[in-house]
Protein backbone atom coordinates (compact mmCIF):
# COMPACT_ATOMS: atom_id res chain seq x y z
CA UNK A 1 0.00 0.00 0.00
CA UNK A 2 1.14 3.13 -0.76
CA UNK A 3 2.17 5.51 2.06
CA UNK A 4 0.00 8.84 2.16
CA UNK A 5 1.66 12.14 2.16
CA UNK A 6 1.07 14.53 5.21
CA UNK A 7 -1.90 16.33 3.52
CA UNK A 8 -3.67 13.52 2.58
CA UNK A 9 -3.29 11.62 6.24
CA UNK A 10 -4.71 15.04 7.22
CA UNK A 11 -7.54 14.84 5.17
CA UNK A 12 -8.60 11.40 5.57
CA UNK A 13 -8.46 12.28 9.35
CA UNK A 14 -11.34 15.39 8.06
CA UNK A 15 -13.17 13.51 6.24
CA UNK A 16 -13.72 10.86 8.48
CA UNK A 17 -15.80 13.51 11.16
CA UNK A 18 -17.94 14.84 8.35
CA UNK A 19 -18.71 11.50 6.95
CA UNK A 20 -19.06 8.92 9.82
CA UNK A 21 -22.44 7.89 10.66
CA UNK A 22 -21.59 7.19 14.16
CA UNK A 23 -20.03 10.46 15.52
CA UNK A 24 -19.02 12.83 12.95
CA UNK A 25 -20.63 16.04 11.48
CA UNK A 26 -21.86 17.77 14.77
CA UNK A 27 -23.82 14.16 15.48
CA UNK A 28 -22.75 11.62 18.11
CA UNK A 29 -25.30 8.22 17.94
CA UNK A 30 -25.81 5.81 20.30
CA UNK A 31 -23.41 3.94 19.21
CA UNK A 32 -20.62 6.13 18.98
CA UNK A 33 -21.50 6.94 22.40
CA UNK A 34 -21.37 2.75 23.55
CA UNK A 35 -17.69 3.03 21.76
CA UNK A 36 -16.79 6.08 23.92
CA UNK A 37 -18.00 4.67 27.25
CA UNK A 38 -15.40 1.84 27.09
CA UNK A 39 -13.29 4.07 26.88
CA UNK A 40 -13.99 5.76 30.39
CA UNK A 41 -12.43 3.12 32.33
CA UNK A 42 -9.07 3.61 30.48
CA UNK A 43 -8.40 7.70 30.59
CA UNK A 44 -10.08 7.56 34.38
CA UNK A 45 -7.36 5.05 34.89
CA UNK A 46 -4.45 7.24 32.87
CA UNK A 47 -5.58 10.25 35.10
CA UNK A 48 -5.38 8.70 38.19
CA UNK A 49 -1.21 6.94 37.39
CA UNK A 50 -0.29 10.83 36.25
CA UNK A 51 -2.42 12.65 39.10
CA UNK A 52 0.14 14.77 40.06
CA UNK A 53 0.10 16.47 36.82
CA UNK A 54 -3.69 16.44 36.51
CA UNK A 55 -3.88 18.23 39.95
CA UNK A 56 -1.43 20.53 40.29
CA UNK A 57 -2.41 22.11 36.70
CA UNK A 58 -4.97 25.00 36.54
CA UNK A 59 -5.02 24.93 33.19
CA UNK A 60 -5.43 22.07 30.54
CA UNK A 61 -5.93 21.55 26.91
CA UNK A 62 -7.04 18.28 25.38
CA UNK A 63 -5.30 18.44 21.70
CA UNK A 64 -6.79 15.89 18.96
CA UNK A 65 -9.36 15.32 20.98
CA UNK A 66 -12.55 14.89 18.40
CA UNK A 67 -15.92 15.00 19.91
CA UNK A 68 -13.72 16.20 23.38
CA UNK A 69 -15.39 13.42 25.44
CA UNK A 70 -12.22 13.18 27.41
CA UNK A 71 -12.02 17.25 28.06
CA UNK A 72 -15.51 16.78 29.19
CA UNK A 73 -14.89 13.87 31.27
CA UNK A 74 -11.87 15.93 33.13
CA UNK A 75 -14.22 18.43 33.14
CA UNK A 76 -16.21 16.69 35.82
CA UNK A 77 -13.63 15.25 37.24
CA UNK A 78 -11.90 18.74 37.79
CA UNK A 79 -14.42 21.29 37.71
CA UNK A 80 -12.25 23.73 39.15
CA UNK A 81 -10.01 23.89 36.36
CA UNK A 82 -10.00 25.45 33.20
CA UNK A 83 -10.14 22.66 30.49
CA UNK A 84 -9.62 23.37 26.81
CA UNK A 85 -10.57 20.72 24.06
CA UNK A 86 -9.21 21.25 20.64
CA UNK A 87 -9.36 19.54 17.54
CA UNK A 88 -8.09 19.76 13.79
CA UNK A 89 -12.38 18.91 12.32
CA UNK A 90 -14.73 21.40 13.24
CA UNK A 91 -17.41 18.61 12.42
CA UNK A 92 -15.69 16.64 15.15
CA UNK A 93 -16.36 19.72 17.73
CA UNK A 94 -19.27 20.16 16.98
CA UNK A 95 -20.08 16.94 18.65
CA UNK A 96 -19.22 18.16 21.93
CA UNK A 97 -22.50 19.61 22.93
CA UNK A 98 -23.64 15.85 23.62
CA UNK A 99 -20.79 15.14 25.65
CA UNK A 100 -20.98 18.74 27.71
CA UNK A 101 -24.67 17.43 28.06
CA UNK A 102 -23.74 13.80 29.39
CA UNK A 103 -21.83 15.28 32.24
CA UNK A 104 -23.65 18.51 32.91
CA UNK A 105 -20.24 20.66 32.38
CA UNK A 106 -19.49 23.70 29.83
CA UNK A 107 -15.78 23.59 28.36
CA UNK A 108 -14.01 26.89 28.83
CA UNK A 109 -12.82 26.88 25.26
CA UNK A 110 -13.22 24.72 22.28
CA UNK A 111 -10.62 25.05 19.54
CA UNK A 112 -10.26 24.06 16.05
CA UNK A 113 -6.60 23.76 15.68
CA UNK A 114 -3.74 21.84 13.39
CA UNK A 115 -1.24 21.32 16.21
CA UNK A 116 1.41 19.96 13.14
CA UNK A 117 1.06 23.27 11.37
CA UNK A 118 -0.04 26.49 14.22
CA UNK A 119 -0.46 27.54 17.46
CA UNK A 120 -2.73 29.35 19.37
CA UNK A 121 -1.47 32.87 19.79
CA UNK A 122 -2.20 34.14 23.67
CA UNK A 123 -3.21 30.41 24.76
CA UNK A 124 -0.70 29.58 27.75
CA UNK A 125 -1.37 25.92 29.65
CA UNK A 126 -0.25 24.34 32.32
CA UNK A 127 -0.60 20.62 30.99
CA UNK A 128 -1.29 19.54 27.50
CA UNK A 129 -2.41 16.14 26.84
CA UNK A 130 -3.87 13.97 24.29
CA UNK A 131 -5.55 10.52 24.66
CA UNK A 132 -4.93 8.07 22.45
CA UNK A 133 -4.49 10.06 19.26
CA UNK A 134 -0.63 11.49 19.08
CA UNK A 135 -0.03 8.13 16.71
CA UNK A 136 -2.07 10.64 14.13
CA UNK A 137 0.08 13.72 14.65
CA UNK A 138 3.36 12.70 11.58
CA UNK A 139 5.31 15.79 12.59
CA UNK A 140 6.34 15.48 16.29
CA UNK A 141 9.22 18.63 15.40
CA UNK A 142 6.66 20.79 14.64
CA UNK A 143 3.57 19.64 16.91
CA UNK A 144 6.07 19.68 19.68
CA UNK A 145 7.53 23.39 18.64
CA UNK A 146 4.12 24.51 18.61
CA UNK A 147 2.71 22.92 21.92
CA UNK A 148 5.70 24.46 23.90
CA UNK A 149 4.77 27.86 22.07
CA UNK A 150 1.27 27.42 24.42
CA UNK A 151 3.06 25.88 27.27
CA UNK A 152 3.69 27.66 30.55
CA UNK A 153 7.02 27.75 31.94
CA UNK A 154 6.42 24.93 34.81
CA UNK A 155 4.25 23.36 32.57
CA UNK A 156 3.99 19.61 30.83
CA UNK A 157 2.93 17.57 28.12
CA UNK A 158 1.44 14.05 27.82
CA UNK A 159 0.38 11.88 25.24
CA UNK A 160 -1.75 8.92 27.22
CA UNK A 161 -2.95 5.34 26.04
CA UNK A 162 -0.50 5.52 22.55
CA UNK A 163 0.53 2.23 20.67
CA UNK A 164 4.15 2.15 20.19
CA UNK A 165 6.70 0.35 18.60
CA UNK A 166 10.55 -0.34 17.71
CA UNK A 167 12.35 -0.45 14.18
CA UNK A 168 11.94 -4.34 13.90
CA UNK A 169 8.04 -4.33 14.34
CA UNK A 170 7.54 -0.97 12.99
CA UNK A 171 6.19 -2.04 9.72
CA UNK A 172 4.42 -5.45 10.75
CA UNK A 173 2.45 -3.60 13.27
CA UNK A 174 1.61 -0.72 10.77
CA UNK A 175 0.29 -2.58 8.30
CA UNK A 176 -1.83 -4.58 10.49
CA UNK A 177 -3.04 -1.46 12.65
CA UNK A 178 -4.53 -0.43 9.21
CA UNK A 179 -6.46 -3.41 8.66
CA UNK A 180 -7.93 -3.00 11.47
CA UNK A 181 -9.84 0.64 10.78
CA UNK A 182 -9.26 1.45 7.49
CA UNK A 183 -11.07 4.49 7.39
CA UNK A 184 -8.53 6.61 8.60
CA UNK A 185 -4.67 6.15 8.37
CA UNK A 186 -3.24 4.63 11.34
CA UNK A 187 0.06 4.75 12.73
CA UNK A 188 2.31 3.74 16.03
CA UNK A 189 4.66 5.96 18.16
CA UNK A 190 8.45 5.48 17.32
CA UNK A 191 10.97 5.86 20.07
CA UNK A 192 13.66 7.37 18.43
CA UNK A 193 11.61 9.54 16.81
CA UNK A 194 9.74 10.96 19.80
CA UNK A 195 13.61 11.49 21.31
CA UNK A 196 14.81 13.37 18.28
CA UNK A 197 11.79 15.57 17.90
CA UNK A 198 12.28 16.36 21.79
CA UNK A 199 16.04 17.45 21.60
CA UNK A 200 15.20 19.40 18.64
CA UNK A 201 12.62 21.67 20.64
CA UNK A 202 15.04 21.27 24.19
CA UNK A 203 12.56 18.87 26.22
CA UNK A 204 13.19 16.01 27.80
CA UNK A 205 11.02 13.22 27.27
CA UNK A 206 10.10 10.34 29.35
CA UNK A 207 8.34 7.12 27.48
CA UNK A 208 6.51 5.10 30.49
CA UNK A 209 5.46 1.29 29.17
CA UNK A 210 1.93 0.91 30.13
CA UNK A 211 0.85 -2.53 28.46
CA UNK A 212 -2.61 -1.90 29.86
CA UNK A 213 -5.17 -4.85 29.74
CA UNK A 214 -8.19 -2.73 29.96
CA UNK A 215 -11.02 -2.99 27.18
CA UNK A 216 -8.99 -5.66 25.74
CA UNK A 217 -10.34 -8.50 23.60
CA UNK A 218 -9.94 -11.81 22.60
CA UNK A 219 -6.07 -12.21 21.54
CA UNK A 220 -5.23 -8.76 22.61
CA UNK A 221 -6.52 -9.29 26.32
CA UNK A 222 -4.09 -12.13 26.34
CA UNK A 223 -0.68 -10.60 24.23
CA UNK A 224 -1.62 -6.99 26.65
CA UNK A 225 -1.37 -9.24 30.06
CA UNK A 226 1.54 -11.23 28.70
CA UNK A 227 3.27 -8.07 28.37
CA UNK A 228 2.07 -6.49 31.65
CA UNK A 229 3.70 -9.63 33.42
CA UNK A 230 6.57 -10.16 30.87
CA UNK A 231 8.60 -6.86 31.30
CA UNK A 232 11.20 -6.94 28.95
CA UNK A 233 8.89 -8.33 25.58
CA UNK A 234 8.08 -4.49 25.67
CA UNK A 235 11.34 -3.48 24.67
CA UNK A 236 11.13 -5.82 21.80
CA UNK A 237 6.59 -6.10 20.77
CA UNK A 238 4.83 -3.45 19.80
CA UNK A 239 3.08 -1.95 23.45
CA UNK A 240 1.13 0.89 24.54
CA UNK A 241 2.99 3.39 27.04
CA UNK A 242 2.23 6.71 28.05
CA UNK A 243 4.66 9.72 26.78
CA UNK A 244 5.55 12.90 29.46
CA UNK A 245 7.43 16.00 27.70
CA UNK A 246 9.29 18.71 30.07
CA UNK A 247 11.63 22.36 29.53
CA UNK A 248 14.87 21.03 30.21
CA UNK A 249 15.33 23.13 32.88
CA UNK A 250 12.68 21.79 34.91
CA UNK A 251 13.13 18.20 34.72
Same mark, same amino acid.
Given at each position: ?? !?????? *? ?25 N??? !?? +?? #? ?9 L ?45 ? $? ?7 ? *? ?8 ? #? ?41 ? !?P????? #? ?9 Q??? +??? $???? *? ?8 LI? !? ?27 ? *? #?L ?18
Amino acid at each position: MK !EPSFDE *RQKLEIDFWKNNKQEGAGVISLGGMVNKFS !EF +EI #FFNEISIHENLFTKSHSILEIGGGSLWASCFLKKTFSDKEIYGSDISPEAIASSHTW $ESVFNVSLD *RKLCLDVAKK #FEEGLHVDLIFCYASAHHFIDFESTLKNLRLMLNEQGAIIFLH !EPLSNRI #FYKFAKRRVNQKRP +EVY $EDLL *RPQVLKKAALIN !ELDIDVKIHPSTLNRKGVASVYYYLLSRI *R #FLNKILPTSVCVVFVLKNNS
